[in-house]
């Protein structure tokens, strides 16, 4: 049975951190101050959402929250209000989504978005399946089993020394918008996971 923890963001964290995979330092805090000093310490620095509301605008759109760089002199006391969560700015040079399913990871780069959030450029992007390195492997395996899942989208950030920073990992995440011949492979992994859950396919 899948752990609660799988959609808190806190809990996220802490069990990628144990799993072994790099997670940049992070913030979470109601404190202005606390931020302030945060954002000047191990700035640049993001804001990200603890969690993605269904809220929608009057004209339909989503009022999603997204992941914008800050200054220190952005924090004011409405950061009282409730929980943030600020994190370090990688020095990216591509994203990257990790399907998992099972025993099986599909490692996407995801290259072209000119913002810092590609959820924002779809148009814009280009995606090629890429090798998950066996130290990554091992940890996103590991922090599937922390929260018995056997599912779950990861994202990272891709430095130019080749080292993968973590962000998140959605036990839902979309992968339908990959280009064609990727989504299959995806899809026809789930079809054998649900078919056969207890092959070990590595």
Not at 69 to 95: P, Y
Not at 156 to 179: I, S, V
Request: a negative charge; aromatic letters at 10%.
């Amino acid at each position: 049975m899948a752990q609660p923890g799988r959609r808190v963001k806190p809990a996220q964290l802490s069990a990628a951190a144990r799993c072994g995979l790099h997670v940049p330092p992070t913030l979470l805090t109601n404190d202005a101050e606390q931020a302030r000093r945060f954002v000047r310490d191990h700035g640049p620095a993001v804001y990200k959402p603890l969690y993605n509301s269904d809220y929608t605008g009057r004209d339909g759109h989503g009022l999603t929250v997204w992941i914008e760089e800050v200054a220190a002199a952005d924090l004011d006391a409405g950061v009282g209000h409730t929980m943030h969560l600020f994190q370090s700015r990688v020095d990216k040079v591509a994203d990257i989504r990790l399907t998992a399913v099972g025993n099986r990871l599909f490692a996407v780069r995801i290259d072209g978005s000119p913002g810092l959030d590609w959820r924002r450029h779809y148009d814009d992007l280009h995606c090629s399946l890429i090798a998950t390195p066996s130290d990554v492997a091992k940890a996103a395996h590991d922090y599937l089993a922390v929260f018995g899942l056997v599912y779950g989208a990861f994202d990272f950030g891709l430095d130019a020394a080749g080292r993968w920073h973590w962000y998140e990992c959605n036990p839902n995440g979309q992968f339908a918008w990959f280009p064609e011949p990727l989504t299959d492979r995806i899809t026809a992994a789930l079809a054998d996971q649900l078919q056969h859950p207890d092959r070990d396919r590595r």
